[in-house]
């Protein structure tokens, strides 16, 4: 919920998000990226986030699937992709995303804390990849309480080595930052956690050499805070094709379910996906949790030189955040 002050306050900053977001899509590779100075966090999602006084709050209008701006996820995947390029989770490049999405959230009014994740070294889709430090990239509401149930929606915001990632996976952030703008001055049926997660792509062949930030968030959080996760939507890959394809990791899951009825309230095309495993709701859904994936259309830059913003269509961005909102819609 939001009062008059914070709705003002909120869409002052997306405005300047809008703004950054265009300004930002001509600036060069070489070009510093300004300090990020969101603390970094190591504990649960308790001591992740920096927290701003919350003011007295009315009554907000709920979100509706009309209220995303897709021009938002465009520009996000022309900075992405174009300007920052190619973000293997451990180097600078990633470090300068991972700043950039932060400021990013906080100018929507949300409270941003970073996780570190330490990463082994590996081979990336065939390209030696060193060990370090990665982060995940946390926003939450004001006054959010992780004990209390929740939604999360994430996104992994780093990329193989040799690919500037603009469907994989610029695609899934620009549609998390329109979502969070959409939501961040209207209510939905469950306070959302919107995550940008670090070190995502592979670095070996196994289930344990990918999906290194989810499982970090999902192993920092206390018995308390898994039990009030209520469903999980991971973005990944969504910027190609006509239709979502919705994933689960079995055959008949409630939360697939239930986004293909969004689908359907929202006016757009999706399809099932079983047994999909390939993304960062597949940590969620190993510990027990609800959780599904948005996107995997097969296209042929897929983790190469040729991933760049052209890929992408911006009528499938629309598509995809038009279907989450409708799925964070109150009843």
């Known amino acids: 919920m939001t009062s008059g002050p914070r709705i003002r306050r909120v869409v002052a900053g997306a ?11 001509s600036e ?7 300090p990020d100075r969101t603390p970094p966090a190591h504990g649960p999602l308790t001591a992740t986030t920096t927290r701003s006084a919350a003011p007295t709050e009315a009554p907000a209008r709920g979100v509706r699937a009309d209220d ?29 995303a991972a700043g950039w999405v932060a400021r990013a959230f906080r100018r929507l ?54 690919a500037p990632g603009a469907e994989d996976n610029a695609s899934g952030v620009g549609v998390v930052l329109a979502v ?7 209510s939905t049926r469950l306070p959302v956690v919107f995550v940008a997660f670090g070190a995502e792509e592979p670095r070996g062949p196994s289930d344990d050499d990918h999906h290194y930030g989810s499982r970090a968030y999902v192993a920092r959080l206390t018995p ?9 939507v991971s973005l990944d890959r ?19 379910r239930s986004l293909l009825a969004a689908a359907r309230r929202a006016g757009v095309p999706a399809v099932a996906d079983p047994g999909q495993r390939s993304s960062d709701h597949w940590s969620f859904v190993r510990a027990g949790l609800p959780g599904a994936r948005l996107g995997s259309t097969p296209y042929a830059g897929y983790h190469s030189a ?14 995809v955040g038009r279907l989450l909102l409708a799925w964070l819609a109150p009843a």
């Open 306 to 319: 040729g991933d760049v913003p052209g890929v992408v269509a911006p009528e499938q961005l629309e598509r």
């Open 180 to 186: 969070a703008e959409a939501a961040a001055v209207r």
């Open 109 to 162: 009014g949300y409270d941003v804390g970073r996780q570190r994740v330490d990463v082994p070294a590996g081979v990336s889709w065939g390209v030696d990849v060193p060990a370090g430090t990665s982060v995940n990239v946390v926003a939450t509401p004001d006054g959010f309480d992780p004990r209390e149930p929740h939604l999360v929606v994430g996104a992994h915001l780093d990329t193989v080595p040799q």
């Open 68 to 96: 995303l701006d897709p021009s938002v996820a465009v520009r996000a995947v022309r900075h992405l992709a174009g300007a920052v390029g190619p973000r293997e989770a451990t180097g600078r490049s990633y470090a300068r």
């Open 28 to 34: 060069r590779q070489s070009q510093p990226s300004p």
């Open 224 to 232: 308390a805070q898994r039990r009030a996760v209520r469903g999980m």
């Open 238 to 256: 969504v910027g190609v094709g006509d239709q979502v394809p919705v994933g689960s990791a079995g055959s008949s899951d409630p939360l697939q």
């Open 15 to 25: 405005a300047g998000l809008a703004l950054t977001l265009s300004a930002c899509s």
